[in-house]
């Protein structure tokens, strides 16, 4: 497991005047509802996501031109993401409001090369953030913000980044991906998307009811475990590498010490399990406190009929696996994984399915807002498999690199399992794992995925 550490270089821009595109056809103005899924509390938050494209030798043109075209010529398909996202009067839900603004579009320019960065792939987050076009949002009021706004930084070595601020209250990481895709084929030349989009976000709205809501982990509030070293404003975000060998040695050791080998695991529950317990004990959380994992679970199947190809919206419930800290450190990898697997599975009941929407519901009704020590909860997102990968060769083949960017306030609970880049090729078929910790925590933490890394060697 090779870890990288974030140096802070310095990254100067200079920036020319910001645009908005607008769709190249005329489109009507609307106010479209959103569902259930997109109006929760906790997809309230911007992705920041960096996408990092070498110079091509064989291609001198500029990609400037042919992405502000294919987003002009996107935004006829998906014409939503061009409004502005604001709250209704009577409910408070969110609506976009299509009113023919534009999409914000930022060109900037670096003296330096991007190998010098090695590429984005250990580069301070905040430094990295300069890659991506701000967006200012004050949740509690009711002014408008774009959902949608992209950035596009050309480097002296001929190499590129484009940036992309994007509203988890309109999609998910699989309508992320829908939409670049879209962006890239139009910036390659073709004259439409291979998929279309679908709104349909009444599909997933939950039923009122006069229910109390339930708080997510509501029950355990004054059980939660706490850390001594959070709150802290020394928090580092690290890149940990995991080769496929080790990955699947693990996985075969695994299967080795299960009682029902036939069932196997996946590359997330083994590795989820491994990070949750490392993360735990670098944190020193009090063993009698309960810390929880929370693990997103796509429902797009689980709907009858299934929700179509080209729906972009959020698609995907949390469930959550709750133990003390003394029952995490004392079980091992094999048996933390049984639970990770068995919570997925809950994920595709049609009843979790139609409770969670209904909870959601009532949170909102209530405005409920979650109070009380987190510094046990871990959030592990698997980015691999939702289509990110691919497909994005418009004149500079693919990205050799892609960086999410998580907000600071919240980046301490969540954790990003990733595909690595296209750098180093001993890293094919392996991960890398995203995580941001109190500094003093990181370094234990790494160590603990060293040691686990040896216990199965």
């Known amino acids: 497991m090779a870890n990288q550490t974030k140096p802070i270089l310095p990254l100067l821009l200079e920036k020319k005047p910001l645009e908005l595109i607008k769709p190249s056809k005329h ?20 992705y920041a996501t960096i996408y990092v494209f070498k110079a091509n030798e064989k291609n001198q043109n500029d990609p400037v031109p042919l992405l502000r075209k294919a987003l002009s010529e996107l935004l006829v398909y998906y014409y939503p993401l061009s409004g502005k996202l604001m709250r209704r009067e009577s409910d408070r839900k969110l609506q976009l409001v299509f009113w023919r603004e534009g999409v914000p579009f930022q060109v900037a320019t670096a003296s330096l090369n991007l190998s010098s960065l090695n590429y984005i792939e250990n580069l301070d987050d905040q430094v990295a953030l300069r890659l991506v076009p701000e967006i200012e949002i004050d949740y509690d ?12 930084t050309k480097f002296s070595c001929g190499g590129f980044t484009i940036g992309t601020a994007l509203t988890h209250a309109v999609c998910d990481g699989f309508g992320v991906a829908q939409i670049i895709h879209a962006l890239t084929e139009l910036a390659a030349g073709k004259s439409e998307p291979t998929v279309k989009p679908v709104w349909q976000r009444e599909r997933l709205v939950g039923q009122f009811d006069y229910e109390h809501a339930k708080v997510p982990g509501g029950h355990i509030t004054s059980l939660l475990a706490t850390s001594p070293y959070i709150p802290t404003s020394d928090m580092v975000t690290e890149t940990i590498s995991i080769q496929a060998r080790n990955i699947n040695r693990l996985k075969d050791s695994l299967m080795r010490e299960s009682e029902y080998p036939k069932d196997g695991f996946t590359t997330y529950e083994v590795l989820s399990s491994c990070i949750w317990k490392a993360r735990s004990r670098a944190l020193k959380l009090n063993l009698d406190g309960i810390t929880v994992l929370g693990v997103a679970v796509g429902i797009r199947h689980v709907l009858d009929p299934p929700l179509p190809k080209g729906f972009y919206g959020n698609a995907y419930v949390d469930v959550y696996i709750e133990l003390t800290v003394r029952e995490l450190q004392e079980a091992s990898i094999s048996d933390i994984a049984k639970h990770v697997k068995k919570a997925k599975k809950t994920a595709y009941d049609k009843g979790y399915l139609e409770e969670e929407l209904k909870n959601t519901e009532r949170l909102m009704r209530d405005d409920v807002k979650f109070e009380g020590a987190s510094d046990g909860l871990l959030f592990l997102t698997d980015w691999r498999n939702i289509g990110w990968f691919g497909s994005m060769d418009f004149g500079w083949n ?7 960017l998580t907000e600071q306030k919240s980046a301490v609970h969540i954790g990003m399992i990733l595909k690595p880049s296209q750098l180093d090729p001993s890293m094919e078929g392996g991960v890398k794992v995203i995580m941001t910790l109190p500094r003093v925590a990181m370094v234990d933490f790494k160590r603990e995925m060293n040691a686990l890394n040896k216990l199965y060697y």
């Open 27 to 46: 489109i009507p103005c609307e106010t479209l509802s959103l569902s259930t899924l997109d109006n929760d509390l906790f997809n309230e938050v911007m």
């Open 398 to 404: 693919e990205p050799v690199n892609l960086r999410p």
């Open 141 to 152: 009021s009711n002014v408008s913000y774009h959902p949608l706004a992209l950035q596009v």
